[in-house]
């Protein structure tokens, strides 16, 4: 079975507005990642989380990451048509085996 | 410096046929891993090799096979095909830095069978 979840399944929301999508997994971790699939492409790579950090930025993404709780969250502020797409939450434990999550589909109206 | 390249794009079979596909992961990238995705079961793992081993394998039947060359390349077959290995077949390549290991995708193989 999948490592990990995400929440909600389905998001549509107006540009400008932001976005946030949770992921929560099942074991202990090494790293956490977020991935972007635009329809019927690969995955993008977007941001990495370790561990040991809580949260982190990259341009308009934040995510955060709460072990206790095994979840972490994914932010895309002012979003944009551009971002419509599915977004994955990916876990490792030993680097090289990566469990991904059930995905959120954003739909971002103009 | 390149991504990592699968081939075909696109592809047709009939049940009960094989299938190769194949991959080229990013230069210096010694671990190649494939994935299935479906709208029903998400991404699921299939394996994973590293230096012509296989490191990790998910849970598909026997059918479903794979190797890796000398130059890092990858393919991965499928025999017998059924109706239900319909879906997107992704590759992806990575190199372990540290205690990160960030996987790249290619864009992915289509399997539809018939």
């Known amino acids: 079975s999948q490592q990990g979840e995400e929440d909600p399944q389905a998001l549509s929301i107006q540009e400008g507005e932001n976005a946030t999508m949770n992921c929560s997994y099942k074991t202990s971790i090494n790293n956490l990642q977020w991935y972007r699939q635009n329809s019927g492409r690969g995955l993008v790579h977007l941001i990495l989380i370790r561990s040991n950090e809580r949260e982190k930025h990259s341009g308009r993404l934040r995510v955060t990451l709460d072990t206790s709780k095994k979840s972490s969250s994914l932010l895309i502020t002012a979003s944009r048509a551009a971002d419509t797409a599915s977004y994955f939450c990916?876990?490792?434990?030993?680097?090289?085996?990566?469990?991904f999550g059930t995905g959120t589909s954003l739909t971002v109206i103009p | 410096k390149a991504g990592v390249t699968q081939t075909p794009r696109y592809l047709i079979k009939t049940r009960g046929q094989q299938v190769t596909l194949s991959c080229s992961p990013i230069s210096g990238h010694r671990s190649v891993s494939w994935y299935q995705q479906t709208p029903g079961q998400g991404l699921q793992f299939l394996f994973e090799?590293?230096?012509?081993?296989?490191?990790n394998k998910g849970n598909f039947p026997g059918r479903f096979s794979g190797r890796q060359f000398s130059n890092s390349r990858s393919e991965m077959n499928v025999s017998t095909l059924e109706l239900g290995d319909s879906a997107l077949y992704l590759c992806?390549?990575?190199?372990?830095?540290?205690?990160?290991?960030?996987?790249?995708f290619g864009e992915g193989s289509w399997l539809t069978v018939v």
């Open positions: 992806a390549s990575s190199v372990l830095q540290g205690n990160q290991n960030t996987i790249y």
């Open positions: 090799y590293f230096s012509e081993t296989q490191r």
């Open positions: 990916a876990t490792d434990k030993f680097g090289n085996q990566f469990y």
